[in-house]
């Protein structure tokens, strides 16, 4: 049988991810990683939750459109995947609210859903919040009465100010701390009503892939291949 792939990170652990699905799980995507995993594993789908840009280079559009070409199933979620599926609408298949959010607002901001890691060894465990998850704990949080909808936007405001490698709850509460406030409470009330969206989508993407439920695949136009994405790469290897 062949497998499913999921590449995933500090949106959801590989252990988390296994738990929902029977998949390879592997590091988030990067440039080239999608054309080496189906050169090595032939899968029959892949979910793409998580991937990397500072490093290495992003995961390209271009080897997603390869893998579609072949038959496989390529859905995205939650982080990297949501953008390159609203990106590449209607080839690839997107899940969720973030996907969703994407695909309305053509410009909103790539580092809404990036968050500092740490390195595989320590399960890419998250080191900052995303800015989609922080913003709506506020929402939620003025909807339940926490917070006002002055405080909402203040606090919006200073984690968008923030650049995402230093965006945490904490620091926003503190960059709006006004005097007025108790920062250490209103951590701890924000803290015990965060709303982890990414991590929301990303299971409900898994639970997808482990029904099979894609969506009929859109006719693909012929793919150009290029000297920088060679015709000979799947006998010589990668070619990106």
Known sequence: MRPKLVFTGPTLSHPDALKVVDAVCLPPAVQGSIVSAVQRFDPSAILVIDGGFQAEPAVRHKE????????????????????????????????????????RFAFAPDDAVAVLHGPAEVNFTPLTHAMIDLRRTLRAACRRGMISPQQQAKLEGAAQAVNF???????????????????EKL?????????????????????????????????????QLTSAFSKDMDDTGLAL
Do not use: N
């Open 165 to 183: 490698r230093e965006r945490t709850l904490a620091r926003m509460v503190r960059d709006a701390h006004d005097g007025k406030d108790d920062v």
């Open 64 to 103: 997603i459109l390869w893998a579609l070409s072949r038959g496989i199933h390529v859905v995205g979620a939650a982080s990297m995947g949501a953008l390159r599926a609203a990106e590449l609408f209607p080839h690839m298949q997107g899940v969720g609210l973030i996907y969703r959010w994407y695909r």
């Open 187 to 223: 951590c701890r009330e924000l803290g015990a009503a965060f709303v982890q969206q990414k991590k929301q989508d990303a299971l409900r993407a898994l639970e997808l892939l482990r029904e099979q439920a894609f969506e009929k695949a859109h006719p693909m136009p012929e793919l």
